[in-house]
């Protein structure tokens, strides 16, 4: 399994950017997916999750702005993220894993690298 995270880049806050997971291998359809952010200096913190039958998991202060969809037809996760604030500001890593549950609790079996997102005031 390969994931490529890409979508990232420099927005003013306020702005919007979407975020794209493209997956590389069998059973995308029945893979569960989740976005996670790194601040520097601080751990991976899950930001979304979707799970194979769409069922979603948003950590509290992303609910309302950010929202995690998936492609089954391109293998493609997305994060779209409105109303960014400075603190949104992290590097956002895709990862993977079968089961939604397990995923939530023990994180993925598989990372895709970084797309760092900046959001200036």
């Known amino acids: 399994v390969q994931l490529q995270a890409s979508g990232g880049g420099l927005v003013q806050a306020g702005g919007s950017l979407r975020l794209s997971c493209k997956y590389s291998?069998?059973?995308?359809?029945?893979?569960?997916v989740a976005w996670y952010r790194r601040v520097q200096g601080r751990q991976r913190d899950l930001v979304a999750a979707?799970?194979?039958?769409?069922?979603?998991n948003y950590r509290d202060s992303v609910k309302g702005r950010f929202t995690i969809s998936r492609d089954n037809a391109n293998n493609t996760v997305y994060l779209q993220m409105n109303s960014l604030k400075p603190e949104d500001t992290a590097v956002y890593y895709c990862?993977?894993?079968?089961?939604?549950?397990?995923?939530?609790?023990?994180?993925?079996?598989?990372w895709g690298q970084g797309t760092l997102v900046t959001v200036s005031s």
């Open positions: 979707i799970s194979s039958g769409d069922t979603t």
């Open positions: 291998g069998r059973f995308f359809s029945i893979t569960s």
């Open positions: 990862g993977s894993r079968r089961h939604f549950s397990s995923l939530l609790r023990n994180g993925p079996d598989d």
